[in-house]
Every structure is written in structure tokens, then in C-alpha cells.
């Protein structure tokens, strides 16, 4: 049973960097089949995603994130991780990591539980 | 980028009852490529369907997917008490992914 599960502070400070780690269990994120992702959930709006990549590959994610965002994976401790810069309240969220398909289909059928990270002084 | 419209907002129903969810997209998705998500408070999301029609591993008869032009819609037949939720719809036909912005299953 592929199972995932998101660490990282709960709490960060405006124009700080956000970091965020996923730790994977069930499956490697070396072997390629997958894109490891990124999404958060904000109160009101709902889902956002915000990017993922594939290991040995580039990172895809929103446009509008794009020059903020950092995705990495991390073979040797079977972790990928989020950096998100430059942080403002409007990065408040529930931030999930989530597994989706490499082969054109990219829904996303594994999750972790989701972890809350407020952006305050 | 593709932009889905979830309505309604909030579906007060009763266990036993149907559900019915739409989810509109403001242009066409490529191959149908829509999926479905259910979410509740501190637990992990559930995928339920994709390819807008198709049932994920698991996932109980009583939920289905179908799709028109650009309309989609998640049917629950038969409220279980586990299914009062929020729900989600994804776009991953074109780039980038977008969500809609959910519709809230609660008890009437």
C-alpha cells in the first residue's frame, strides 16, 4: 500500500521560505513511473496545484507559482520536497503531496493526509 | 487555463438520497481527462473516478462519472453516512491542472 505523509513547521514567517517534506512508503520515487506533486488547499478557494516532477526530470507547476516554487527529489531517503519562496499570508494552506501517473493520465491517486502551514508574524 | 465551475456550492440530503454534482469546464478537456475527489477534515483525500467515468480501485458502485461537451457529473446513489464529504473535480486534459472549487455534501 502506497502511502505518503507530509512534515515540515506549521508556522512561517511573511517573505520567509516555506519548506515542506513528503516521505513515500510502498513505492520508490527513483522509479520513474510517477510524477511526485504538490497541492494545497486554501480555505475559501478550494485546491491549487502547485507542481510536481519525476525523477531525473523537470519540474512542471502553475505559472502563476512558477518563480517561487522549488520541487526536489531526494532517492536516497525515498523523500521529495517543496520549497515555496518569498512567502505571504495568501500561502496559508493545507499543503498535501500527492503521487500521479507519468503516462498522460496525471490524476493524482495517492495522498498524504495534508499538512497545515499559516504564513504570520 | 482551464477553468471548472462546481455547483452547487453546499447539497443538503438525506442518507439514502442521490446526489448529483456538476462540474462545468470553461473549454474543452482533452480525452475527458477529469477526475473526482472526495475530501473530509484530517483524513486523506480519496480519488473516485477518472477518465470522468471510470471507478478508482475500491471505490463503491453507488458513485459514478459521466460527461457531456463540457459538463461533468459525480452521481452518489444512495447517501452512505461516510459519503457527507466535500468534493472536487480536477482538470488534468490540459496544462495546467486546475480544481474547481468544490461542492459540500452535508446532512439535511
Known amino acids: 500500500q502506497v502511502q505518503l505523509e507530509e512534515s515540515g513547521p506549521g508556522l512561517v514567517k511573511p517573505s520567509q521560505t516555506l519548506s515542506l517534506t513528503c516521505t513515500v512508503s510502498?513505492?520508490?520515487?527513483?522509479?520513474?513511473?510517477?510524477?511526485w506533486s504538490w497541492i494545497r488547499q486554501h480555505p475559501v478557494q478550494g485546491l491549487e496545484w502547485i507542481g510536481y516532477?519525476?525523477?531525473?526530470?523537470?519540474?512542471y507547476s502553475k505559472p502563476s507559482l512558477k518563480s517561487r516554487v522549488i520541487i526536489s527529489i531526494d532517492p536516497s531517503k525515498n523523500q521529495f520536497s517543496l520549497k515555496l519562496t518569498s512567502v505571504t499570508a495568501a500561502d496559508s494552506a493545507i499543503y498535501y503531496c500527492a503521487r500521479a501517473s507519468l503516462d498522460g493520465e496525471s490524476y493524482f491517486d495517492y495522498w498524504g493526509r495534508g499538512t497545515l502551514v499559516t504564513v504570520s508574524t | 487555463e482551464t477553468v471548472l465551475t462546481q455547483s452547487p456550492a453546499t447539497l443538503s440530503l438525506s442518507p439514502g438520497e442521490r446526489a448529483t454534482l456538476s462540474c462545468r469546464a470553461s473549454q474543452s478537456v482533452g480525452s475527458d481527462f477529469i477526475a473526482w475527489y472526495q475530501l473530509k477534515p484530517g483524513q486523506v483525500p480519496s480519488l473516485l473516478i477518472y477518465g470522468a467515468s471510470s471507478r478508482a480501485t475500491g471505490i463503491p458502485h453507488r458513485f459514478s462519472g459521466s460527461a457531456s461537451g463540457t459538463e461533468f457529473t459525480l452521481t452518489i446513489n444512495g447517501l452512505e453516512p461516510e459519503d457527507f464529504a466535500v468534493y472536487y473535480c480536477q482538470n488534468y486534459g490540459s496544462s495546467p491542472i486546475t480544481f474547481g472549487g468544490g461542492t459540500k455534501v452535508e446532512i439535511k
Open positions: 510502498g513505492d520508490s520515487v527513483r522509479s520513474g513511473g510517477h510524477y
Open positions: 516532477m519525476y525523477y531525473g526530470g523537470d519540474i
